[in-house]
């Protein structure tokens, strides 16, 4: 079975800062990885994706995570923190375990980012 | 950008009781999903739905749920007895195709068993 770790359930910058959200998995088979992110009362957004392809992947609103097969990691970055970024970010995995199972996603315990001006 | 909307936003229920979560998904996708979130807990897997029929379940969704997609553009979840610990956010999924990879969420529906 999969599983997916955040690392800090609180992160909190400065604005313009760097911003980095930890994810590592667990995955018996190759895994695909997500980022998405939640603003208040708004469902989950996709972020970005890792589907095996390029390891270093860009995604929306500046964002971008590297996949390290070494690590297990995929963590999330940006370089410069906008006060719009202030939203939780749920890791995400997904396995081709057959037949539609790499539909189901599952989550990390989601990480809040606050944005400081 | 389509959207898939869930209603209501906020439900109230006493225990026992029977409550429907419904959601319209985008109306071209083929694959439906519930997840939930209990409050400080990770989002987890309910169920996955794809030609009018469960494809996958987790062990949460017991005899207590169903899911129905009773007029092609409704997807709903039912609980037939709640209980407290049934107090969740629930969200509701769609997505196009699997290869895809890409599900759309719902702004979910906050559940409060009382």
């Known amino acids: 079975a999969q599983s997916v770790t955040q690392l800090g359930s609180h992160v909190s910058v400065s604005e313009g800062a760097l911003v980095l959200l930890r994810c590592n998995y667990s995955s018996s088979v190759p895994p695909y990885l997500f980022w998405y992110v939640q603003y208040p009362n708004q469902g989950l957004q996709l972020l970005l994706k890792y589907t095996s392809a390029a390891t270093l992947v860009k995604g929306i609103n500046g964002f971008e995570a590297e996949f390290k097969k070494s690590e297990t990691s995929f963590h999330l970055t940006k370089p410069s923190a906008h006060m719009s970024d202030a939203a939780e970010y749920f890791c995400?995995?997904?396995?081709?375990?057959?037949?539609?199972?790499?539909?189901?996603?599952?989550f990390g315990q989601g990480t809040i980012l606050t944005v400081h001006p | 950008e389509p959207e898939v909307t869930q209603t209501p936003s906020h439900q109230v229920t006493q225990m026992g009781q029977e409550v429907i979560l419904r959601c319209v998904p985008i109306?071209?996708?083929?694959?439906f999903y519930w997840y939930r979130q209990i409050l400080g807990q990770k989002v987890e897997f309910l169920v996955s739905?794809?030609?009018?029929?469960?494809?996958?379940k987790s062990e949460i969704f017991d005899d207590q749920f169903s899911v129905e997609r009773p007029d092609g553009s409704n997807f709903t979840l039912k609980i037939r007895s709640t209980k407290l610990e049934d107090s969740a956010m629930y969200f509701c999924a769609s997505s196009e195709a699997l290869w895809r990879l890409k599900a759309f969420f719902g702004q979910g529906t906050r559940l409060t068993v009382v």
């Open positions: 739905f794809y030609n009018n029929e469960i494809s996958e």
């Open positions: 995400a995995v997904s396995v081709n375990a057959g037949g539609t199972s790499y539909g189901k996603l599952t």
């Open positions: 109306s071209n996708h083929l694959y």
